[in-house]
């Protein structure tokens, strides 16, 4: 716009009304352009077998599985990628979702086409994946054991997430045996080796999206056996109550919450001494309980899943984020489902952008008479 017309317009709320709707319009305007192109280069990119695959760009269909998979937060359901949002409403007037935490972990997983198995490295995708879980929660709710699970007390301690605002939680993710469409680019594989969740992968991911300052993984308190973590005079009193607790193998957090001690869940450290000390009745029954529980729970799934000699854990070609194409999405849709979704979203933005924009310029040259 020439420096002239600027020094024109008179400097009011209706003028900045109008210069923030021009520069919306256009930001929408070029999204939508961005989804256009998109749209296109997926339908010019053929559909591929997983077998007769050609490097560079391609569009895959297959069903998830893989050797290793890791529990979900919020569902404990075995998956290989999960993303878990939990939104807050605020306290101004509008009461508007506020996203209070975001947690995406993955590993890599194989995508099967019945011709072959594909390596897929899911870091850096778009993702449109089937969302598994979606809740709200209101202040009081938190008081009832009965009513809020302990996998979301849990995932909101480990954010510091306040609990006093009404919440919603979201749970994302591709479990075994999930359809998956993939476009991206086919590499060769620079490095990316199948293996189980460990805390160097996690320590990645907190790079990628990192936590707050209460986010921490859960406190390892060792059974028996090995060096403990810490002195005993390091120890707070509820360490100490937590650990008898623990040994003693009560799970119920009525019986936490009548020590005095909040309730969380603990995970069992290995015994690094080459002849442990046999574990207690106890804890033996808690075992039993909780892996019967894991089973009804979607454990099955992961009982089903091929053994780690079936797949190539280093295989010379991956799936991934290409350094040159930058287009790599993972959607449970179909194909054809994703485009045309992405038609509708690309018109929207195309012609909603035009309007507003359109509408801020009438608002501007009005102001300027």
């Given at each position: 716009?020439?420096?002239?017309?600027?020094?024109?317009?008179?400097?009011?709320?209706?003028?900045?009304?109008?210069?923030?709707?021009?520069?919306?319009?256009?930001?929408?305007?070029?999204?939508?352009?961005?989804?256009?192109a998109r749209?296109?280069?997926?339908?010019?990119?053929?559909?591929?077998?997983?077998?007769?695959?050609?490097?560079?760009?391609?569009?895959?269909?297959?069903?998830?599985?893989?050797?290793?998979?890791?529990p979900?937060?919020?569902?404990?359901?075995?998956?290989?990628?999960?993303?878990?949002?939990?939104?807050?409403?605020?306290?101004?007037?509008?009461?508007?979702?506020?996203?209070?935490a975001?947690?995406?972990?993955?590993?890599?997983?194989?995508?099967d086409?019945?011709?072959?198995?594909?390596?897929?490295?899911?870091?850096?995708?778009?993702?449109?994946?089937?969302?598994d879980?979606?809740?709200?929660?209101?202040p009081?709710?938190?008081?009832?054991?009965?009513?809020?699970?302990l996998?979301?007390?849990?995932?909101?301690?480990?954010?510091?997430?306040?609990?006093?605002?009404?919440?919603?939680?979201?749970?994302?993710?591709?479990?075994?045996?999930?359809?998956?469409?993939?476009?991206?680019?086919?590499a060769?594989?620079?490095?990316?080796?199948?293996?189980?969740i460990?805390?160097?992968?996690?320590?990645?991911?907190?790079r990628?999206?990192?936590?707050?300052?209460?986010?921490?993984?859960?406190?390892?308190?060792?059974?028996y056996?090995?060096?403990?973590?810490?002195?005993?005079?390091?120890?707070?009193?509820?360490?100490?109550?937590?650990?008898a607790?623990?040994?003693?193998?009560?799970?119920?957090?009525?019986?936490?919450?009548?020590?005095?001690?909040?309730?969380?869940?603990?995970?069992?450290?290995?015994?690094?001494?080459?002849?442990?000390?046999?574990?207690?009745?106890?804890?033996?029954?808690?075992?039993?309980?909780?892996v019967?529980?894991?089973?009804?729970?979607?454990?099955?799934?992961?009982?089903?899943?091929?053994?780690p000699?079936?797949?190539?854990?280093?295989?010379?070609?991956?799936?991934?984020k290409?350094?040159?194409?930058p287009?790599?999405?993972?959607?449970?849709?179909?194909?054809?489902?994703?485009?045309?979704?992405?038609?509708?979203k690309?018109?929207?933005?195309?012609?909603?952008?035009?309007?507003?924009?359109l509408?801020?310029?009438?608002?501007?040259?009005?102001?300027?008479?």
């Amino acid at each position: 716009m020439p420096a002239f017309l600027i020094l024109s317009i008179p400097m009011n709320y209706l003028s900045v009304l109008a210069c923030l709707e021009i520069a919306g319009g256009l930001y929408f305007f070029s999204i939508g352009f961005q989804l256009l192109a998109r749209k296109r280069l997926l339908l010019a990119t053929p559909n591929s077998r997983i077998r007769s695959a050609a490097l560079g760009l391609v569009e895959i269909n297959g069903v998830a599985t893989g050797p290793h998979t890791m529990p979900a937060p919020i569902t404990g359901k075995p998956c290989f990628l999960y993303r878990t949002i939990a939104w807050q409403r605020s306290e101004g007037k509008n009461h508007d979702w506020q996203k209070v935490a975001d947690e995406t972990l993955h590993l890599p997983f194989f995508l099967d086409d019945t011709t072959g198995k594909m390596l897929i490295e899911p870091l850096g995708a778009d993702l449109d994946l089937h969302r598994d879980f979606r809740e709200e929660y209101s202040p009081s709710m938190f008081f009832s054991s009965d009513v809020v699970p302990l996998r979301v007390g849990a995932f909101l301690a480990r954010h510091g997430v306040n609990t006093d605002h009404e919440l919603r939680i979201e749970e994302y993710s591709i479990k075994p045996g999930n359809p998956l469409f993939v476009a991206g680019t086919l590499a060769e594989n620079p490095g990316v080796e199948v293996r189980p969740i460990s805390p160097r992968t996690v320590e990645r991911e907190s790079r990628d999206n990192p936590p707050s300052p209460e986010s921490v993984s859960p406190e390892i308190i060792r059974l028996y056996g090995g060096a403990p973590a810490s002195s005993a005079e390091g120890m707070s009193q509820q360490a100490k109550i937590a650990a008898a607790l623990t040994r003693a193998g009560i799970t119920k957090p009525e019986a936490w919450s009548a020590a005095g001690v909040p309730f969380q869940p603990v995970n069992m450290a290995n015994n690094p001494n080459p002849n442990p000390i046999p574990m207690t009745a106890a804890v033996q029954v808690q075992e039993r309980a909780s892996v019967t529980s894991t089973k009804s729970d979607g454990q099955r799934a992961l009982q089903n899943q091929s053994e780690p000699s079936a797949f190539s854990l280093t295989p010379p070609v991956v799936v991934m984020k290409g350094a040159n194409d930058p287009t790599f999405v993972i959607s449970f849709r179909s194909q054809k489902e994703f485009v045309s979704a992405l038609a509708w979203k690309s018109a929207g933005m195309v012609w909603g952008g035009s309007a507003i924009t359109l509408l801020g310029l009438y608002m501007l040259l009005a102001q300027m008479g």
